[in-house]
């Protein structure tokens, strides 16, 4: 087992509000892990403070450690560090630019030759699910394409600059069914390749497609372990009560 994220005593606050109280765990490559909890309790803090997304943010502050494969996080240059923890947001967000733009847009500014460029598209693209739809129309708009297709370019992007650990803040809960189990089946085949995590409210979807669930609530990480055992035989009442749908 080898771990791809750890963080060690994490804590987070907006101003004077603290969002993350010592979180410690650690996150198996390779693997994919949900993080749930009802709104507010701090996931969406925790996955952007694996990429340094929070920084951007005025007055947000942050004490203890992440490393990703051993190195601290705070040590890297943020671009590296995105380039290697890619993320996919809630709604898709691509740009206003072709779909070959679009994935080629990441590549480009990190200095990859144009001449590598239409292979890198079409290998993100088939690794997105994507291409068969796509490949006769790549010149098209990326905003013509459907909700569903637009998370998935979504993922091509952050496919195409070679990340290690990918993040997903809540990919389906804009997609109706079908598109979210197309997403969701194409997590399972990146794991191969990759790390995944995911913040859901989706409890089925945890339960479908994570190796570990973590249970946060007020900001703490109250529960963490494989899936199986946090919706079948979890340890905490909260984490239960949770599960179960007595509250969140």
Request: charged share 25%; proline share 4%; with cysteine.
């Amino acid at each position: 087992m080898v771990t791809a994220i750890q963080t060690n005593s994490l804590s987070t606050w907006y101003g004077s509000k603290q969002a993350l109280e010592n979180v410690s765990m650690g996150i198996e490559e390779n693997k994919i892990t949900a993080i749930i909890g009802p709104s507010g309790c701090g996931k969406s803090t925790f996955i952007r403070c694996l990429n340094r997304m929070n920084d951007l943010i005025e007055n947000f502050r942050t004490e203890g450690e992440i490393l990703i494969f051993g190195k601290e996080i705070n040590k890297e240059d943020p671009v590296e560090l995105r380039k290697n923890v890619g993320m996919v947001f809630q709604k898709p967000n691509p740009f206003p630019k072709s779909i070959y733009e679009n994935v080629a847009y990441g590549p480009k500014i990190h200095g990859i030759n144009e001449n590598k460029l239409d292979i890198i598209v079409e290998e993100s693209l088939k690794k997105a699910a994507l291409w068969d739809e796509v490949k006769d129309r790549l010149n098209d708009n990326a905003l013509e394409l459907s909700g569903g297709q637009q998370q998935r370019l979504c993922i091509a992007r952050a496919l195409a600059v070679k990340p290690e650990i990918i993040l997903f803040d809540e990919p389906c809960s804009a997609l109706d069914p079908i598109s979210t189990s197309k997403i969701e089946d194409l997590m399972l085949e990146l794991k191969k390749e990759y790390t995944l995590v995911i913040v859901t409210h989706n409890m089925q979807q945890a339960a479908r497609v994570s190796d570990h669930t973590a249970y946060f609530l007020y900001g703490k990480l109250i529960e963490f372990g494989e899936t199986n055992q946090i919706f079948k035989k979890p340890k905490e009442k909260s984490t239960e009560d949770y599960i179960i749908g007595r509250f969140g």
